[in-house]
Structures are given as C-alpha cells and as structure tokens.
C-alpha cells in the first residue's frame, strides 16, 4: 500500500503546506499535482486532486499535492498566478531535492491545470509529461502544452465549457479525452477519471 504523510516546506512567500504519496518500492516517477482556484474553495483537499494523488501512487511514482500560498497553512496571499507558478516551481525542486532527478509529470485540475501549464516552460529540461485536467481556458492565458499532454474534460463542465477547451486546444492539434455527461468536478466519475490515467501510463517508458 501507498503510504502517505503531510509535509512542510519553504517557498518564495513563506512556508507551503503539503502532502507527500510515497509508493511500494523505488519511485518511477516523481508527480507534483497542483488544486483549482484559491479564491472559490480550492485546496490540495479536493477531490479531483486526491483522486489524481493516489492514482499516481498506485501507478509507483512519489507524489507531492501542496496547498499554494495563502491556502490552508501555506503562508501569503494569492497572486492571480503569478506567485502560484512560483510555489509549484519551488514544490518541484523540493521533489528533485528529496527524490533524485526521476521523470517530472506536472499535473494540475482547473486553475492548477493552468499553473501547471505556466510552470512547465519554466523548467528545463521539460516536464515528462502534463496531465490537466478540466484546466482553465478561457479563465486565465492559458499557454500551448507540449504535444504528449494529456487532457481530460468533461462534456457537461458549468465552469469550463468544453467550447473554450477546445477553443484553446484545436490551434494545437492537441487531443482532449472528453467524459459524456460529466461536470467540472467529475461527481460520480472520479473512478473512470481514474482508470483514464491509469490507462495513459499503463505501459508508458519514463
């Protein structure tokens, strides 16, 4: 069994609050999973993030899900963004700290979808992979995401509509796996969005 146990440490506006996912054995990967939006509720709590937390650990790769700044007990205030890629950036390199530079996948759900995606293009070398799911386009810039992204949406999504998805996805030629009838929040389906990650990596070389 995945073991799991809070952690804390230091970012660029005081001290980020965390949970780390450790697998059996030697990790594969290391996986950092950031929350939807601050300001309507979002924490490292949600649903959709745990899901996605313990679906990487049960895959064998070590996983940090953190609160940004100004959430739960993470210190400062929200910054739009802007400070929120540089928590994630700070969480990342904690991760290669701790764990050795293994495989990055970045992962994010809604407004984390979009830090995710900001914060890719700070690092280098690049993420192994992105996995967003519902991320906000439309919302926020959302910028172009490598062409191995995998993106989940549901058809029914009342925050993020499906529209503006692929809006944003289409100039890419960037595929989107969409989930009839689901939310934003995937109530009821966060097993088939389980199972569709576990699908992606199922076999993957990293």
């Known amino acids: 069994m995945a073991t799991q146990g809070k952690?804390?440490?230091?970012?660029?506006?005081?001290?980020i609050e965390g949970a780390l996912h450790q697998p059996d054995g030697e990790p594969l990967a290391i996986v950092v999973v950031a929350h939807p939006l601050p300001t309507m509720g979002g924490?490292?709590?949600?649903?959709?993030?745990t899901t996605l937390a313990r679906t990487f650990a049960e895959l064998g790769f070590v996983v940090l899900r953190f609160n940004f700044r100004g959430v739960g007990a993470s210190?400062?205030?929200?910054?739009?963004?802007?400070?929120?890629v540089e928590d994630l950036l700070a969480v990342v390199q904690h991760a290669q700290?701790?764990?050795?530079?293994?495989p990055l996948i970045l992962s994010g759900f809604s407004f984390g979808g979009y830090v995710a995606a900001r914060t890719a293009r700070h690092l280098h070398?690049?993420?192994?992979?992105?996995v967003l799911i519902a991320p906000a386009v439309g919302r926020f810039e959302m910028p172009p995401v490598p062409h191995n992204t995998l993106v989940i949406h549901g058809e029914q999504d009342e925050v993020i509509s499906l529209a503006d998805a692929f809006a944003w996805a289409r100039p890419q030629h960037l595929p989107?796996?969409?989930?009839?009838?689901?939310g934003h929040f995937f109530h009821?389906?966060?097993q088939q969005l389980k199972q569709l990650v576990i699908k992606e990596f199922n076999g993957c070389r990293l």
């Open 188 to 190: 009821g389906r966060l």
């Open 97 to 102: 700290d701790a764990f050795g530079h293994l």
């Open 43 to 49: 924490t490292m709590e949600n649903k959709v993030v």
């Open 125 to 130: 070398p690049q993420p192994h992979k992105l």
């Open 7 to 15: 952690i804390t440490l230091t970012g660029p506006a005081g001290q």
């Open 75 to 84: 210190e400062g205030e929200f910054d739009s963004g802007n400070g929120e």
């Open 176 to 182: 989107i796996l969409v989930l009839p009838e689901a």
